[in-house]
Each structure stands twice: as C-alpha cells, then as structure tokens.
C-alpha cells in the first residue's frame, strides 16, 4: 500500500554548508519543505564557512565558459567528464546570479563591476569573492534567507547523522540521528535523503579548514554499498599557516603576486614549474615537498610584503586577523606555509542530477563525485559546483519525491549500541584513536605515496575498521564513537582507490610507480565497502 504520509515529508539534507543550504532555498522557491541537519551550528561547521578564495564563473568581458572549460580539464588530467564540465560550468553564470538574488554581496571594483579574483590553473581573473572570507560571505546570506522562510526550512542543529534508512524496497527513506544534546537516537524520515555533508580533508593530520569533515556522507552511503569514485584524489592546499590550527593562506594572494620562498625571503617556484606561483596546486604542494627535502627546511614561507599595503589590508581582512593572532605581520613577515588536506575530487557516484544508484538518496557538493574536478581541482570551482548541483538536483527532486513509496521502514536500526552515556575514558581514548588513524593516512596517503605503503595502508585501515565495527555494538553511542568509524571507512576507501590506480596522475602521486603500470586515460577507480559480518 503506497504510503500516504511520504508526499508530504519535507526532503531531509545532511549538512548546511553551501550546497545544503543552497539546495534548501530552491526548493523552498519550489514550494518544497526541507529539514537541514548540522552538527554544530547551521552553516558554521564544514568546509565552506572557511573557504577563502572564492567562486570560479567566466563573467569577465575577456573571458568565456569555453575558455573556463578548457582550464578545467587541463588541470583535470584526462579523468574530468566533457560532458559535466560542460553543463556545470556552462550554468555558473545562473549560479551567480542567483546567489546575487539571495543577497550575496561580492566585492566590487569602483566602476560597480565585479572585482574578479586570480588563482592557479586559471587562464584569466574569474574568481567572485567577499573578500577573503567568500564562504562567510556566502552563508550569512543565504542564513538570513533561511530564517526569513522557516515555515518551509527547518533547520536541526546539533545532530549527528549515523546511518542511512534503506526501506524494504531498497529506497533511502531518511536517516538515523543522534542528537547531541538529548543524547537520543532519531530516525529522521525524508520524502528524499540528500548527502551535503562535505569531505574528507578531517581523516588527515593537518587539514586547512578548523572544522574539516570527517566523510560523514562518503562513510554513509559506502555502508549502503554505493560505489564511490576516485577517492584517491585528495588535494592538499600548497600553503596553511604552519603552526595554525586550520589556518589558510588563500591562493589568492599568489594570484595578487605574494611568492613562496625559503626562510630568507628568496623565490623557489620558478625552479619547479613555469608558471611558478601560479601552477596547479598538485605541482605546487609536490614543489613545495621537494624544496623541503632538499634544504631541510621545515616550513617554507610566502611573502606577501610586495602587495599594497592598504590594498592588502582591504582585500584580505581576514588574513591580517588571523596573522595577529600569531604574531605575524603580512607587511612585515614572511608567513610559514605548509601544505595541508583541503579537497576531496572523489566520492559518491552521482549522475547529472546529483542522484545516486540509490532511489531518493542524492549526493552534492564536495561529498559527491560529479565528474568535475577529474584527478584535479581548479581553484574555486568547488563551491560553483556547490550551487550548480544544487540548481541541477532540485528538479528532480521536486518530481521524484511524488512517487508513492509502499517500502517498509526496517524495525530496527542497522547498528546496535549500549543506551548509556559515555565516561570521560572512553571519549579520550576513542580521541586518542582517532588521532592515530590521522596520522597513519597522513603517513601513508600524503602528497607523496610509496606503493608498498598504499598496500600496507590498505591492509591496515581495513583490518582496523572491521575490528571496530564488531567493536561498535559494545561501545556508548558517542559522536567521538561514529567519528572514529566514519575516519577508519574513509581511510579505508582512500587507500584501496590508490592501491587501484597504477600510475601517477594528477594528485595521486606515487614516486616509485613505473610508466609501464599506466592505466589508460579516462579510466575512473570505483570501490565499494566489503561488509562486516558481525555475526561472530
Ligand atoms: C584558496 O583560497 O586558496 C582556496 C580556494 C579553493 O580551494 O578553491
């Protein structure tokens, strides 16, 4: 019997950064109800709250989509999809539009047009920004939307997602939760399930945002035995303030002329690539690992004295802030920079839609893979991805959501776990594991890769996350405990795509690897889960 209730469910979304939010506003203009989950505070928790550097649209008089196109599968290294860069990019133009409708403020030059920033990989200035806080800018906009049309957006703060609902017609009808004040366990339904809950920089020791995501998403959907595509293309930011927690020193600088250097001040670049500050950020992270192996150095810097002061000052607010809060003085000091996780261009396996093989479960944003980014990222593009995936997907969900569900609700939860509240020993201890398993993937699926660490990591991260799934039932239900599980699945995925790759492309590197192992181009890794019997 088909289930009467289910229309009129509102489409539950897993994560409130940009493409959340963003995908919650078009419905609403849909006349569509949403309830928004987030972790911590809505919008603040994530990766787009810190994003700097900006959006990536072809909206200068010099400029054109094809143009921004070709920069893309350049730097994509014959893994992006034509078809998707196409038809993403192609709608960037909508995308700004209509975040401009939402009330996002992008800077502007005196004569009223757009001030288009220069980053990496790019041909020519297309980067809209708010300064160099464009992720804030966004998302207090698109809050003060929200909360003018909370009648239809629900938003459900301090929630954790644990696993997905699956009825018994193999259809995503919500989510599982935690919430993180009552300590109850909810399950949320939703007409349609969508995974906006970011990346997975957070399974790294140093990642450039203060609140990386763990994979949340990515782990969820790998437990329902979707595919997850090219996970082994992390790409790590060349330059996070060494010595800062999540601290990023935006590629925009070096797009403004700021230089990496050594700690006297003298440029390096130019010795590794020639486009120097402006290569891809692949080219420049591994130059930066190189110039550090050769001098013994610890850091390397970037000197940003060359810019304008007041202009800097103006431009990059938010740097100067947070160099005061260490010490530092752009005008003044060379800022120690280091590399550090910030992307995840694999993920879920999504279509043009943003649909996955999953009826009703969706994926958008950086949790997804939407054949753009290929085995590389062009600075900025993400969180034009963010919007146009969330304008692309609303369609469908809108009509898909109709479709009569007569699946039954399994009874039980698929997890189970002690109903008491954890003590403090158990939360440091699953602390502590969670800060080994950083360290491991840093060690083994870091900028740099060996093949027999790729082996040794996939042996190590799957026998860990097995054992901690039979381990889980017996645990406190924590966020510290799903943390720790979402890590050691991420991990574990990472590890065995890179294990599959057999060649160095893009930002899978692998300095032992040998011509003959080429895969051939085009080729995507695709990895499922193997599931845990925990019946013994
Ligand atoms: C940056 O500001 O350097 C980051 C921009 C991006 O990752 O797209």
Redesign the pocket.
Known sequence: MPDALSSAEPVLIVGSGIAGLSLALMLEEAGVRSTVLSKAQTGTAGSSWY????L?AAIGEDDSVEEHIADTLAVACGLARPDAVERILGASQAACRWLLRQGVEFDRNPDGGFSLGM?GGHAHRR?LHCR?A?GRGIINALIERVRERSERIRLLEHRVAIDLCIDSDDRARGVYTLDLQSGEVELLRGACTVLASGGISGIYAHA?SVSPAHGDGIAMAARVHLPLTNMEFV?F?P?ALHGAKGV???????GEGAKLCDAEGVPFMHEYHEAADLAP?DAVSRAIGRHLERTGAECAYLDVRGLDVEFSRRRFPYLWEECARYGLSPDVDLLPAIPAA??SCGGVHVDDRGQTQIPGLYAIGETAWSGLHGAN???????TECVVMALLSCHNIVLSRLSAHSGRIPEEPPFRTVRRPPDAEVVESLKARSEAVRRSVTQHLGIVRRTDDLARAVREFSAERAAFERELPDLPLCPEALELRNLLTCAELVAISAHQRRECRGLHYVEDCTDEELMPVGADTKVRLTPVDLSG
């Open positions: 994003a700097q550097g900006g990536a980053e980067i160099d464009t450039t790409q930011h330059s990023l020193l935006s590629e925009a600088l070096r950020r910030h992307y990222r062009l600075a900025s593009n993400s969180l």
